[in-house]
């Protein structure tokens, strides 16, 4: 298996499994945090939902953008849009051929301004970044009063996958 096509296969089985972190967070305590340097669940969650439709918007423009957390989207667009936005990125995965996804250099703002990296490596660096944030959002729910969903197994509130 191939690179890409392992990350095609996370995105379609992992897509939506971010939206069931941020579907489970109290809407009533999406400013907790738990230490003052942390970010909010509100903003954590919008750095979660917007993952996959940067991705989508690199594949589409050939860039790579940070979103500005200054007017955060309510959680119930970020939910919404989660599914659509992981189809998208599944149907432009399937226009992407190996040597594209492992030569095709893109920028990637976040290593610095000029840094340019193989579009696959942005692509996973973007997932996995996603998947640490994810965690750490769950790590807020319980304290926050909310539920742990299962994501790839049970959670101590939630038996199995859904």
């Known amino acids: 298996m191939t690179s890409k096509e392992l990350f095609t296969k996370r995105i379609a089985q992992d897509g939506l499994a971010f939206a069931s972190v941020v579907k489970a967070l109290p809407a009533d305590k999406l400013e907790y945090r738990p230490h003052p340097k ?9 750095s979660v939902g917007m993952r996959i439709p940067r991705m989508v918007q690199l594949l ?73 944030h994810r965690g750490q959002l769950s790590a807020y729910i319980r304290p926050m009063g909310g539920k742990v969903p299962s994501i790839y197994g049970p959670s101590g509130d939630t038996p199995g996958i859904k």
């Open 38 to 46: 942390s970010r909010s669940a509100h903003e954590l969650a919008f």
């Open 60 to 132: 589409d423009t050939g860039k790579f953008e940070i979103p500005k957390m200054e007017a955060l989207p309510s959680i119930e667009t970020l939910i919404t849009a989660a599914e659509p936005a992981t189809k998208q990125l599944l149907e432009r995965l399937n226009t992407i051929d190996e040597k594209t996804w492992d030569e095709k250099l893109v920028p990637f703002p976040p290593f610095g301004e000029g840094v340019m990296l193989p579009l696959g490596e942005v692509l996973w660096m973007t997932y996995m970044d996603g998947v640490h």
